[in-house]
């Protein structure tokens, strides 16, 4: 039904700057609805792979909103004619290298829509490897 795709990942060294893009296809209905997100892969403690939530953007109304440890650091963008969300990521570190992904939850609220939103869509993510 609705496709995401990632782009923009690759490899920098400490302090660099990456823009991840995001871009919608598919059947889409009511966009302005969509609670768009970017979540990055984390082990739990069964080291099974679990994502966290980075950063949303809630279509209809652009609002942002930011996972504690991205505040400051990262801004979540989107484009509405092109259909293309956007993490711009500054003063990157080792920490962060991973595989990130775009999420999408249609029919969903302002007040739903957050980086701990659980996503009906996923892209195939993008690699971010920060070297020191």
């Known amino acids: 039904q609705v496709r995401l795709e990632e782009s923009g990942g690759g490899s920098v060294q400490t302090g660099g700057s990456l823009r991840l893009a995001c871009k919608a296809s598919?059947?889409?209905?009511?966009?302005?609805?969509?609670?768009m997100a970017w979540f990055r892969k984390v082990p739990d403690y069964e080291h099974k792979e679990v994502r966290e939530?980075?950063?949303?953007?809630?279509?209809?109304?652009?609002?942002?909103k930011y996972a504690d440890f991205a505040e400051g650091r990262f801004t979540i963008s989107h484009d509405y004619d092109k259909k293309t969300l956007y993490l711009e990521m500054n003063n990157l570190e080792p920490e962060d290298s991973t595989m990130y992904y775009c999420g999408a939850l249609p029919f969903s609220y302002d007040d739903l829509c957050g980086p701990d939103m659980k996503p009906n869509y996923w892209g195939q993510g993008t690699q971010v490897t920060v070297s020191s």
């Open positions: 939530g980075v950063a949303s953007f809630y279509v209809g109304l652009g609002t942002p």
């Open positions: 598919g059947s889409i209905s009511t966009y302005g609805r969509y609670c």
